[in-house]
């Protein structure tokens, strides 16, 4: 058994990656953020889907499109596979915990 909110990280200087769960054609992800964005060059472009929960703090997902998604707790988005995206803030007072799930 685990808990979602057990050993967070306390101070970082980067996005801390944890994958929870593998099998077949699904990962499951803890992402740990605090004022942590994506690389400035560059946009995650990747094979698989993504959809993403926001279950504490807050952050801004910005689309290749323009589009610009600001999720808070409880928020989620799908990120179809091979549509350009990246993080360009995340709460810089508090943490952010992300919980990702990509699949095919």
């Known amino acids: 058994m685990g ?4 050993s967070l990280p306390d101070k970082f200087e980067q996005e ?4 929870l769960l593998r099998h077949k054609s699904v990962k499951i ?5 605090k004022g942590h964005t994506s690389p400035k060059s560059g946009w995650y472009d990747q ?3 993504e959809w993403v929960l926001v ?3 807050s952050g801004t997902i910005l689309f290749e499109n323009g589009s ?3 999720l808070k707790k409880g928020d989620y988005l799908n990120v ?4 350009k995206h990246k993080v360009i803030r995340t709460d810089q007072d508090h943490i952010t915990v992300w919980l990702t799930i ?3």
Do not use: D, K
């Open 102 to 104: 990509h699949y095919i």
């Open 16 to 19: 801390f990656f944890e994958e």
């Open 29 to 33: 992800e803890r992402i740990v953020s």
């Open 80 to 83: 179809p596979a091979h549509i």
């Open 68 to 70: 610009e998604f600001n």
């Open 47 to 49: 094979e698989e889907n």
């Open 55 to 57: 279950l504490e703090g």
């Open 3 to 6: 808990n979602i909110f057990s």
